[in-house]
Nanobody, 121 residues
Framework: QVQLVESGGGLVQPGGSLRLSCAAS????????MGWYRQAPGKQLELVAT???????NYVDSVKGRFTISRDNAKNTVYLQMNSLKPEDTAVYYC???????????????WGQGAQVSVSS
C-alpha cells in the first residue's frame, strides 16, 4: 500500500506564507505526476498545481506568481510554497500522487489526508 502524509497547514494573516509538505511511503516503484488540490467550503475540488517527474509545473491562474510547487524525488515528497496568501486561498489542501507499485503496473492515484489552510486577519 501507499500512504501520503501531509504537514504544514495552519492559520495565517493575509499576505503571509505557508509551506505544505506531502511525503509518500510504502510500496513505491516510481511516482509520476504529483500535485496539490484544494476544496473551499461549499465549493468543488480544484486543481492548484502539478509537477511532473521531470519537474515541469502547471498552476491554476489564481495562484500563479504566488505559489510554487516542487518535489524531491529522493524523498518521494512534494511541496507547495504559498506566498502572498489571500482569504480566498482558505481551503483544505490535498496532495495527490500517481504511483506505480511495480514496473509492470500502471499508475494509480493516491491522496493525502488533507491540510487546513486558513487565511484571515
Amino acid at each position: 500500500q501507499v500512504q501520503l502524509v501531509e504537514s504544514g497547514g495552519g492559520l495565517v494573516q493575509p499576505g503571509g506564507s505557508l509551506r505544505l509538505s506531502c511525503a509518500a511511503s510504502g510500496r513505491i516503484f516510481s511516482i509520476n505526476a504529483m500535485g496539490w488540490y484544494r476544496q473551499a467550503p461549499g465549493k468543488q475540488l480544484e486543481l492548484v498545481a502539478t509537477v511532473s517527474s521531470a519537474g515541469s509545473t502547471n498552476y491554476v491562474d489564481s495562484v500563479k506568481g504566488r505559489f510554487t510547487i516542487s518535489r524531491d524525488n529522493a524523498k518521494n515528497t512534494v511541496y507547495l510554497q504559498m506566498n502572498s496568501l489571500k482569504p480566498e486561498d482558505t481551503a483544505v489542501y490535498y496532495c495527490n500522487a500517481v504511483v506505480q507499485v511495480a514496473s509492470w503496473s500502471s499508475g494509480s492515484n493516491y491522496w493525502g489526508q488533507g491540510a487546513q489552510v486558513s487565511v484571515s486577519s
